[in-house]
């Protein structure tokens, strides 16, 4: 995870611009500083959930360290600026109330879609986004790139991580509303789906178990720890037409390695932030999906 850097107000520019996800050159770019009454917020934020979570913290650490980092924006038809990077870092120096914020000044991008992958790929870099968010973006570039491959190059994120954001949107409509009423997580709903083959439904594979079976399953296992879940869709992929019981009963009798290890104050704080702005149960739930993914794109 990178922390958000931005310039304080009386810093020098950075020599080199940010590479972002669009066709145009760093020659094309500039620094400026602009009156933050002067910048609007784009239409194509990534983050549309949580954007005020945790401000307040953000607001205290560029009083004391100043911004680092400049937001990012375009000018637009009117001849001010619209905002398409940067979102919290702007709202953090509104509140602080900072007449100028330092700004990367770059052309405008060709399309909204190409806007939203460029505000996509900035925040994805810096704090994680709300999950939701994340789904959302991806429905939007599958519908123009067609294929998993093209929106996961488009977005550096693995194949598979995109398969899963997609898959919650095809995922049994209760079990949508009770993710968002917090009932399961979305990795339980996810891993319930899969456990079932639920997720390759329409895809010739086979007979479909059915949407309450799906729903009864993520019931079950919403109480499992993240490893026992993993072995849930272990068990019941290999054979979907078993019966619920049977399948959280020989998960239930795997057990796991315990892992266990200190992290600095500051850093259990992220950590314990990432796990409520995902709405996992524990934080040691959120520690043992992280450290999945990071095994995942290490290539282990």
Same mark, same amino acid.
């Given at each position: 995870?990178?922390?958000?850097?931005?310039?304080?107000?009386?810093?020098?520019?950075p020599?080199?611009?940010?590479?972002?996800?669009?066709?145009?050159?760093?020659?094309?770019?500039?620094?400026?500083?602009?009156?933050?009454?002067?910048?609007?917020?784009?239409?194509? +934020?990534? =983050?549309?959930? %949580?954007? @005020?979570?945790? $401000?307040?913290?953000?607001?205290?650490?560029? #009083?004391?360290?100043?911004?680092?980092?400049p937001?990012?924006?375009?000018?637009?038809?009117?001849?001010?600026?619209?905002?398409?990077?940067?979102?919290r870092?702007?709202?953090?120096?509104?509140?602080?109330?900072?007449?100028?914020?330092?700004?990367?000044?770059?052309?405008?991008?060709?399309?909204?879609?190409?806007?939203?992958?460029i505000?996509?790929?900035?925040?994805?870099?810096?704090?994680?986004?709300?999950?939701?968010?994340?789904?959302?973006?991806?429905?939007?570039?599958?519908?123009?790139?067609?294929?998993?491959?093209?929106?996961a190059?488009?977005l550096?994120?693995?194949?598979?991580?995109?398969?899963?954001?997609?898959?919650?949107?095809?995922?049994?409509?209760?079990? +949508?509303? =009770?993710?968002? %009423?917090? @009932?399961?997580? $979305?990795n339980?709903?996810?891993?319930?789906? #899969?456990?079932?083959?639920?997720?390759?439904?329409?895809?010739?594979?086979?007979?479909?178990?059915?949407d309450?079976?799906?729903?009864e399953?993520?019931?079950?296992?919403?109480?499992?720890?993240a490893?026992?879940?993993?072995?849930?869709?272990?068990?019941?992929?290999?054979?979907?037409?078993?019966?619920?019981?049977?399948?959280?009963?020989?998960?239930?009798?795997?057990?796991?390695?315990?892992?266990?290890?200190?992290?600095l104050?500051?850093?259990?704080?992220?950590?314990?932030?990432?796990?409520?702005?995902e709405?996992?149960?524990?934080?040691?739930?959120?520690?043992?999906?992280?450290?999945?993914?990071?095994?995942?794109?290490?290539?282990?």
């Open positions: 995870m990178i922390l958000s850097q931005s310039l304080s107000p009386d810093s020098e520019p020599n080199k611009n940010p590479k972002m996800s669009d066709s145009s050159s760093d020659d094309d770019s500039r620094f400026e500083k602009i009156p933050v009454t002067e910048i609007t917020m784009g239409q194509s +934020q990534a =983050r549309n959930r %949580k954007v @005020d979570k945790n $401000l307040d913290d953000l607001v205290e650490s560029i #009083k004391k360290h100043g911004l680092i980092e937001v990012i924006v375009y000018e637009n038809s009117t001849g001010k600026y619209t905002l398409f990077a940067g979102q870092r702007f709202l953090a120096v509104k509140r602080i109330g900072w007449e100028n914020i330092d700004a990367m000044v770059r052309p405008k991008p060709s399309t909204i879609l190409k806007e939203k992958t505000s996509y790929v900035e925040n994805v870099m810096r704090e994680d986004m709300v999950r939701q968010d994340v789904v959302d973006a991806c429905k939007a570039f599958m519908m123009e790139y067609k294929t998993i491959k093209a929106v190059e488009e550096g994120i693995k194949p598979n991580k995109v398969r899963d954001y997609l898959a919650f949107d095809a995922l049994p409509e209760e079990l +949508q509303v =009770r993710v968002h %009423k917090k @009932d399961f997580t $979305l339980t709903a996810l891993k319930a789906a #899969k456990a079932l083959t639920w997720d390759h439904k329409g895809f010739g594979k086979g007979e479909v178990e059915s309450d079976k799906v729903i399953l993520a019931e079950k296992m919403k109480d499992l720890a490893p026992q879940q993993d072995m849930v869709v272990r068990i019941g992929s290999a054979d979907p037409s078993r019966p619920i019981d049977e399948i959280i009963g020989k998960a239930k009798k795997r057990k796991g390695k315990k892992v266990t290890f200190e992290a104050e500051e850093d259990y704080t992220r950590l314990s932030t990432f796990s409520s702005n709405n996992f149960d524990t934080v040691g739930e959120a520690a043992y999906e992280l450290t999945k993914d990071a095994l995942d794109r290490s290539g282990y």
